[in-house]
């Protein structure tokens, strides 16, 4: 696709990893590639394996001019919903990076607010190497937290899932009960905590 003519070097991607999670934070990458430095096989996280997504961290975080992280924790996601919160830890992770980015390309139809011109593409992280680097960054910071909240949290089997939905998690959480990880708002969630 053609990227808007703006400097080499200070064009940021931005995506997104855990919206859909009944379970941990959202978290946001933003990423400024070396246009002088290529990542080779970049593409959307969730198309690639778990050890080729981690080599890709460790390559992407050696060779890119900048990238950072931002987050929005349960109580927050609960407090506000799921979308603006995964747009304010967009905005944090852009905000963060230094240098500052000249122009944002997010993954999705949604921008966050910046300091900078902003544009949101659908199936950004297959299309534009910079969403596809920002996408590894956040899923393997988040599954790297998940693995940490396994042990926090045994039974649940956040290891695997990640917090995800699927049938081992909602079994855990009925038989368990929802812990301070949970995302409340959630209808699995909120369902238990009803009595239902």
């Known amino acids: 696709m053609q990227l808007p ?8 991607g931005v995506d997104e990893a855990g919206r859909g999670p009944l379970a941990g934070p959202v ?20 198309q690639l394996t778990q050890k080729r997504r981690e080599s890709l961290y ?4 050696g060779k890119a001019i900048a990238w950072a992280t ?21 905005r944090r992770a852009v905000e963060q990076l230094r240098p500052a980015a000249a122009y944002v390309l997010v993954d999705g139809n949604q921008c966050p607010s910046v300091d900078c011109p902003v544009e949101a593409i659908v199936k950004g992280d297959s299309k534009v ?37 699927s049938s081992r998690h909602l079994e855990a959480l009925q038989r368990l009960g929802v812990t301070p990880i949970h995302r409340c ?7 238990l905590l009803d009595g239902g």
């Open 5 to 12: 003519d703006i400097p080499a070097g200070l064009l940021a």
């Open 27 to 46: 978290i946001a990458a933003a990423v400024i590639l070396d246009p002088e430095n290529p990542v080779e096989g970049l593409g959307d996280s969730k």
């Open 58 to 61: 460790d390559e992407i975080t």
């Open 70 to 90: 931002g987050r929005a924790e349960v109580t927050e996601i609960d407090r506000i919903n799921i979308l603006q919160a995964t747009l304010h830890a967009m």
């Open 129 to 165: 190497a910079a969403i596809s680097a920002a996408s590894i960054i956040a899923k393997v910071t988040r599954d790297r937290e998940m693995i940490e909240m396994d042990g926090l949290y045994p039974g649940y089997g956040f290891a695997g899932h990640k917090g995800y939905p």
């Open 185 to 191: 708002s959630f209808a699995p969630v909120r369902k």
